[in-house]
């Protein structure tokens, strides 16, 4: 079949020769030292991962000396995470260590695996989203500064941690499924400007962008008008609209959530709740929400058993004794009026709010 540039390429195709060739034939894994994992194949070979912490937006300098690094030390085999950590793959034992060693001197953060806070994932943010509430690479930068400890081996948590950013609630990165997620909000009604909209927006798109029906048209200003009452703030009409704006810099702010994973290690995948509302948005160190999340950890850090993720603990305390333990205050805010709401209701005579 001839190829084609569209879609990603097959991956079996840029796979290490030691992977390809022991492909199904992994039996564990070990982690001998923060950061470093020994993969051991039926075959007796052994593959060792080094994983670093990696911004997601970087220079092409950066990617340049991270291929430098690879061809020296794991003949060009690198990779990246989901989570836009780096795992550099060494077939040759023997290198680890001179790796660890040059790492160490760039000031790379070698960490991340097993029970430790993995790399931070986040949205676009203030650099190319259009309905950005906040700054996602600088806010993440903030939270890892105070949590670089939990990323590097030198504090422990009781198991794994998933933390992600959402510059706005359409999240586009992993914030529904992560341990802790902080996403941006919209408090403020979207502005229109008529004049502009009826000469450069396109009205039925416009409607059509906005997924709870807020959105009709004004014929008399050929134009469009939002409802208030239906409104969610996601700020999706902005990027059909040019004559449509969103930003609010004394409304906007950030909302934490928990509890949320991927995994269906001993429970089920589970969605984030909301913890706390609002915060406000303070660039550039963010005090208030880096504060938060740092606090959350530590909470749960304390009181969790070991493997138990954050959900899990949630689960098992209950969301009351939750808010108790963390000093969070249960507003109106956390009680879920969506209207196909009715599959996440507390319909416990137990609920004690």
Not at 121 to 141: N, P, R, Y
Not at 227 to 237: A, I, L, R, T, V
Not at 257 to 275: E, I, Q
Request: neutral net charge; hydrophobic residues 35%.
């Amino acid at each position: 079949m001839p190829k084609t540039d569209f879609g990603p390429p097959d991956y079996r195709e840029m796979i290490p020769p030691i992977v390809a060739e022991n492909y199904g034939k992994w039996r564990y894994h070990t982690i001998p030292q923060p950061g470093v994992l020994k993969h051991f194949s039926e075959s007796g070979v052994v593959l060792t991962s080094v994983r670093v912490a990696s911004p997601r937006l970087v220079s092409t300098d950066f990617v340049r000396e991270i291929c430098d690094i690879a061809d020296a030390y794991c003949d060009g085999h690198v990779r990246f995470t989901t989570r836009h950590n780096i795992e550099f793959l060494l077939s040759d034992e023997s290198k680890v260590e001179s790796l660890l060693e040059e790492l160490a001197a760039k000031d790379y953060m070698v960490g991340g695996v097993g029970h430790a806070i993995s790399n931070v994932v986040h949205t676009q943010g203030w650099i190319h989203c259009k309905s950005a509430v906040t700054d996602a690479s600088g806010l993440v930068k903030c939270v890892m500064d105070e949590l670089q400890d939990y990323y590097v081996g030198k504090r422990s948590v009781p198991a794994r941690l998933r933390i992600a950013v959402a510059c706005c609630v359409n999240m586009c990165g992993a914030c529904h499924s992560s341990d802790i997620a902080i996403v941006g909000i919209h408090r403020t009604l979207p502005r229109v400007d008529h004049e502009m909209a009826s000469k450069i927006c396109e009205v039925r798109s416009t409607v059509a962008s906005c997924p709870t029906g807020a959105i009709r048209p004004n014929p008399k200003l050929k134009s469009i008008d939002i409802s208030d009452e239906k409104c969610m703030y996601c700020g999706n009409c902005a990027a059909v609209c040019p004559a449509i704006s969103t930003m609010d810099p004394d409304g906007d702010g950030v909302s934490i959530w928990v509890g949320g994973k991927v995994s269906n290690a001993r429970t089920t995948p589970k969605l984030t709740r909301l913890a706390i509302p609002y915060l406000p948005n303070n660039p550039p160190r963010w005090p208030e929400a880096t504060e938060a999340v740092k606090h959350l950890v530590e909470v749960w850090a304390e009181g969790a058993k070991p493997g138990e993720r954050m959900g899990e603990w949630i689960d098992r305390i209950g969301w009351e004794r939750f808010f108790q333990v963390t000093g969070i205050p249960f507003t109106d805010k956390h009680i879920d009026d969506f209207s196909h709401a009715t599959t996440t209701f507390r319909a416990t005579t137990q609920f004690r709010f």
